[in-house]
């Protein structure tokens, strides 16, 4: 089983930067690609970023493209994301997943193992 432990959400205001980190625990070597998602208030869970296991290869929601960098520290076993000018639509609990896919998933039930998640408020 893989834990994973997400961090560094809070309130900030638009325009802001925020670094998200998710650590992972447990039998950390099934996990390959590894994902953000976030869940505003009354909406679905949505794809954010995600990111193979070597960190070459990545994917990005076209809402946060340019703002936004996922990144991971395999020897630290924890994933990042960098989030820049954050906007009040970017308000909403992010999670952190892992796959056991090689290849860089965007759909949430490639993912087998979830964090608790970490909200993240945007004032205007």
């Known amino acids: 089983q893989v834990q994973l432990v997400e961090s560094g959400g809070g309130l900030v205001q638009a325009g802001d930067s925020l670094r998200l980190s998710c650590k992972a625990s447990?039998?950390?070597?099934?996990?390959?690609?590894m994902g953000w998602f976030r869940r505003a208030p009354g909406k679905e869970r949505d794809f954010v970023a995600a990111?193979?296991?070597?960190?070459?290869?990545?994917e990005y929601a076209d809402s946060v493209k340019g703002r936004f960098t996922i990144s991971r520290d395999n020897a630290k076993n924890t994933m990042y994301l960098q989030m820049n000018s954050l906007k009040p639509e970017d308000t909403a609990v992010y999670f952190c997943?892992?796959?056991?896919?090689?290849?860089?998933?965007?759909?949430?039930?490639?993912?087998?193992?979830w964090g608790q998640g970490t909200q993240v408020t945007v004032s205007s």
């Open positions: 990111i193979s296991r070597n960190g070459i290869n990545t």
């Open positions: 447990g039998r950390t070597y099934t996990i390959y690609t």
């Open positions: 997943a892992s796959s056991w896919y090689v290849t860089v998933q965007t759909a949430p039930e490639n993912y087998d193992a």
